[in-house]
């Protein structure tokens, strides 16, 4: 059974870099297209990025052009490079998995049948 699991967020003043990790185990990820999404206090849980099996990419308009989404399948890992943060991008970050053959909206959580537990992510100076 797949399980995911976050790391690499922490304390970051604005301007700064992080780089989230998302691991699987039980499973190989390249039967999933993986969705990274956010849930800052007092909001919503929202869509941040997601990569499909066969590398394709998407991003919110709020990250274009700062995060950048990859996978390495040989470690069976999803990483999200966050650069030029800032406090709006204060969050925990969840990593998500549905399989590679749904093709609705990205942004629909409802497609995503695993999550990680979530890793804080805190821009501030």
Excluded: H
């Amino acid at each position: 059974q797949l399980q995911l699991v976050e790391s690499g967020g922490g304390l970051v003043q604005p301007g700064g870099s992080l780089r989230l990790s998302c691991a699987a185990s039980g499973a190989t990820l390249d039967a999933y297209a993986i969705g990274w999404f956010r849930q800052a206090p007092g909001k919503e849980r929202e869509g941040v990025s997601w990569i499909n099996s066969n590398g394709l990419t998407f991003y919110a308009n709020s990250v274009k052009a700062r995060f950048t989404i990859s996978r390495d399948n040989a470690k069976n890992t999803v990483y999200l490079q966050m650069n030029r943060l800032n406090p709006e991008d204060t969050a925990v970050y969840y990593c998500a998995a549905r399989p590679r053959t749904v093709v609705d909206a990205w942004t629909d959580q409802r497609r995503y049948g695993v999550w990680g537990q979530g890793t804080q992510v805190t821009v501030s100076s």
